[in-house]
């Protein structure tokens, strides 16, 4: 058996022995940019390097006192995010040369606490479906999913441990379950959104992925200000509620192999596994999203759809004439709905603390023209509560499969506690 | 009794004239230039002026079609907007030369509907308290209030019709107040933010300055794309809710007269104003959102707190600390207190159409050191309502006073028609 090197072990593994100085963060940077050297002609994580400032970084680290939780640690950012230091391009060639002048505030909390900033990952066309050029690292004929495909790959990899992302429709979720990884989407309006291409103010959420429950945790502890997100202590069995959702029928046939093996497998441990009522109309609540979506994205892209009209995909005009074609008395009707809907799922959390669900119609689909459908990532986005992407199988290609849990608006910790109880009973 | 100069007349009245094609953008746009020649040296309203950008702009305008709901008519930008056309400086020496890449969406908007920029106006240190060099327009030893400055001042002095601001705590209603103008708050989430420095996601909301109720109704129109914002037809009196709140006992002698004043002449209109059953522990709102905002403004402005510590004012870096000393447990359970408080203040809205509260302790404060106290505009934000200032009377030192209507979540549009109804009637 082969000891793993640096750059395949976990984030909270190597958060660590970072700190206790049992590694060096250049070590790990090194091992990291080695794995990149490797990789990135095949994979395309990568929007932006810049391996002489991500050695800087990590040297300065060691030099000077430990910084916080993610001291020493690689990070991936999804080229959504603005950085001084590297270019920052919306997934645009518009804003190809496009050098910000401050930081994300989510990008400066990830410093702070010690976070060696590796490069800018690809994300889609302003985080819509138009594909940048990364591909799945299972099987580069396949796509990685959108729009974090970057970050899901970079990590999925073995070229970060941690990488940043963002969530609007399914672009956290989707790409996590297709590369392989943990990915998590906090709860609605606790990530501060400063420096971060604003798409649907309704539904964008900053998240990020790692190899487990613990890493995203520790990211998620950073991000949101919150240290219980990764402090929990011994937990029982949670009461899962088993959600299949209207979309079921669309599922193909390796998410309905994963969700047997999953309630197969938990039932052994717990029975507190139950079916959730559905609610009358929950499957109205993917067009919603659409709409609420199509709405904002149409004028928060204003000064591009404007003055750039020829440089934006014609999907993106597609979606953003749609947009303006929606009235004003008509988003506010839908705003309505979506604020009714988010008190009224609340009440399921009374019988459940998590909810079991799927995460993609099935495997990453093939070629990389397309990202994948976020059908079972958009009611999830729209109601604004914390999700975690569990991989835990491979489907028909041999490529990755898993599902996700839903927690309740709020309680982050919660949910990450459940998933790493989840887990750990999956992946034994 | 002489004509008015095309800068006095209202936003809405010029709108109709320029759509029909009876004066020219540029005129109007050489009239406001004019009077900002006159005046700007002792108001110092604009923190970034280009009378030839404004000038091309207006006489483009006149060489096209008509475009939208505010053709021809120039705006002032609070300086915390992105333009790509004129510097944006946020109001800190850190961004003193900063040229943005792209319009902030809300500029586009205005842009799309036909807007002149004019020109960027003054606001405090990243929309806090360190007041820039704006004074109040009756009487420049006294402050216009903040954070919108510049906005407020530029629209009371006749140099713009319009202005577009943003409040977090009181940086519309309070400087509307000071500066005898309507300024207009939206409901929290209605207008998108791209592009405006980003402070405290659970307060931010953009709106904006004009000289009546049907000038802001013109620009809100805009920036949340629902034109029944200005599209009343005839109504009748709105059931008015009379709402002290309990820092009642700090309005001065004028806010008090002014209150009799409003509510003796609108008893003379109609019965439906009544008091409101005081929500029990009403009054702890005010410290709630000082916490929120505190949290998440050391949050967004990470990048500035981190790099740039010695480049803020004292005053700012002692907000930031103490927004880092927070623990993210406790901004849970705030933002849970938030939603909770939003839920509960809906039912008012049963009884009452809109609530007559005070926009600020009283006249302008003496001085320019600071820019006063946000005390009565800070519940109202925390709950997400939207608000009118209404200008209308004046004070022991023959500076404005006034009141602020507050409108259910989400009816702007019936806020709007009610602040109409009841300006027509303060002011006649």
Redesign the interface.
């Given at each position: 058996m082969t000891t793993p090197r640096l750059n395949e072990l976990d984030a909270s593994q190597l958060a660590v022995r970072l700190a206790r100085r049992e590694i060096k963060a250049e070590d790990l940077a090194i091992a990291c940019l080695e794995r990149v050297a490797e990789r990135e002609d095949d994979v395309h994580a990568f929007a932006h390097l810049d391996a002489v400032n991500a050695l800087a970084q990590a040297r300065a680290l060691d030099a000077g006192p430990v910084r916080g939780l993610l001291h020493g640690l690689p990070i991936g950012v999804k080229d959504l995010f603005d950085t001084?230091d590297l270019p920052t391009g919306y997934g645009s060639t518009l804003?190809a040369h496009?050098r910000p002048?401050?930081?994300?505030?989510?990008?400066?909390?990830c410093?702070?606490a010690g976070a060696v900033v590796m490069g800018k990952t690809v994300t889609t066309e302003f985080a819509y479906f138009q594909p940048g050029p990364t591909c799945n690292p299972h099987n580069t004929q396949f796509t990685p999913g959108g729009s974090s495909s970057g970050s899901a790959a970079a990590v999925a990899d073995h070229m970060v441990p941690l990488a940043l992302g963002t969530q609007t429709a399914g672009s956290i979720i989707r790409p996590a379950a297709y590369c392989g990884v943990v990915g998590y989407k906090p709860s609605h309006?606790?990530v501060?959104?400063?420096?971060v291409?604003?798409?649907s103010?309704?539904l964008d959420v900053i998240g990020g992925f790692g190899r487990s429950v613990r890493d995203v945790a520790l990211l998620g502890?950073v991000l949101?200000?919150?240290?219980?997100?990764f402090e929990w202590g011994e937990h029982g069995a949670p009461r899962i509620g088993l959600f299949q959702t209207p979309a079921w029928p669309q599922a193909d046939v390796d998410t309905q192999n994963v969700w047997s093996l999953a309630t197969q497998a938990l039932a052994t441990h717990t029975d507190a596994c139950q079916d959730v009522a559905m609610p009358q109309n929950f499957g109205d609540l993917i067009q919603l999203q659409k709409d609420v979506m199509t709405?904002?994205m149409a004028?928060?892209?204003?000064?591009?759809?404007?003055?750039h009209r020829e440089a934006l995909s014609t999907q993106l005009v597609a979606l953003l004439d749609a947009g303006m074609a929606i009235?004003?008395?008509t988003?506010?009707a839908n705003?309505?709905r979506t604020a009714d809907w988010r008190?009224r799922i609340d009440s399921l959390f009374e019988r459940h603390d998590v909810l079991l669900t799927p995460s993609a119609i099935g495997e990453a689909p093939k070629g990389l023209e397309a990202t994948g459908d976020p059908l079972f990532c958009r009611s999830w986005s729209l109601l604004g509560l914390p999700c975690v992407h569990l991989p835990f199988a491979t489907g028909a290609m041999d490529l990755p499969v898993g599902l996700q849990l839903v927690g309740r608006f709020?309680e982050d910790h919660k949910l990450l506690a459940a998933a790493h109880w989840v887990h750990e009973r999956l992946t034994r």
């Open positions: 001084t804003y496009h002048v401050a930081d994300a505030a989510t990008v400066a909390l410093r702070e309006g606790r501060v959104g400063a420096g291409k604003s798409l103010p309704t502890a949101t200000g919150d240290r219980r997100l709405f904002e004028r928060s892209l204003s000064h591009e759809r404007l003055r009235s004003g008395a988003h506010d705003l309505q008190l709020g």
